[in-house]
């Protein structure tokens, strides 16, 4: 039921909400125009992590857009379907800190992230390395 709240531990809530906006709800009051805006941006970023993972790459990179893609794909699957994104995952502290809700789709998305920007560093400290 959209709203309800399970308590799993002292700082980790299970939960069922509707999410009609990005990511901490930006634009989830805008009146319903945002899902065509982000059934679009959706559209474009899964065209080119595809094109990006159709070219040999790092593992670590290609884990990265691969992690990204699938969380994308998992959102974009929500909104098509749904009409908004399911967030279940809701962690908190001493119950007066709550990280805004969210679904694996988003953490996924946000592993990718970090995985690509550990490459970037890892490629740029190879770079130096190589140019000494």
Known sequence: RQGQTIPLAPFFN???WWNT???FSFLADAGGWQ???FLGLTG???IVLTILLCRPRPRLEA???SLMLGGALGNLYDRVVLGHVVD???V???NRWYFPAFNLADTFITI????LALDMFKSDKSAKEAAQ
């Open 21 to 23: 906006g990005a990511a």
């Open 35 to 37: 899902r065509y805006l």
């Open 112 to 115: 990718g992230a970090i995985l």
């Open 63 to 65: 884990l990265g857009y």
């Open 44 to 46: 474009m970023v899964t």
């Open 14 to 16: 299970w939960g069922h």
């Open 88 to 90: 279940f995952i809701l």
């Open 92 to 94: 908190h502290w001493q």
